[in-house]
């Protein structure tokens, strides 16, 4: 399992410790991962998704997970996500049709 955000795209960065002596070392910063289920109102189910605690903010920010999907970008989306967004769109659509 890669430590990747499925719905930011934040990743591992790499720099260096620098000691008080300015000595350098190599290090990892890793992403704030944590496993959540995401509530779906045009789907109307649950998703299990692995993102960073900053892309829980941001969907919170945005209304909702379905609101998130529409705005993002396809590139940042992991290959689960983008489905999930092809879904909602689909679902959005005939749902307004329907109105």
């Known amino acids: 399992m890669s430590r990747r955000c499925e719905l930011t ?3 591992v960065l ?3 410790l620098v000691s008080h ?3 350098k070392t190599r290090r990892r910063y890793l ?8 509530t779906s109102d045009v789907l109307k189910r649950s998703v299990k998704l692995r993102v960073s ?3 829980l903010r ?6 909702g997970l379905d609101a998130f999907l529409l705005k993002a ?3 940042e989306l992991s290959q689960k996500a983008v489905e ?6 689909k679902a959005s659509t005939e749902a307004a049709a329907a109105a």
């Open 9 to 11: 795209g934040k990743a």
């Open 14 to 16: 790499t720099g260096n």
């Open 21 to 23: 002596s300015n000595r």
């Open 31 to 38: 992403p704030n991962l944590v496993n959540v289920t995401l």
């Open 53 to 55: 605690a900053n892309a």
């Open 58 to 63: 941001t969907v919170d920010h945005r209304g």
């Open 73 to 75: 970008r396809a590139e």
């Open 84 to 89: 999930l967004k092809r879904a909602v769109q």
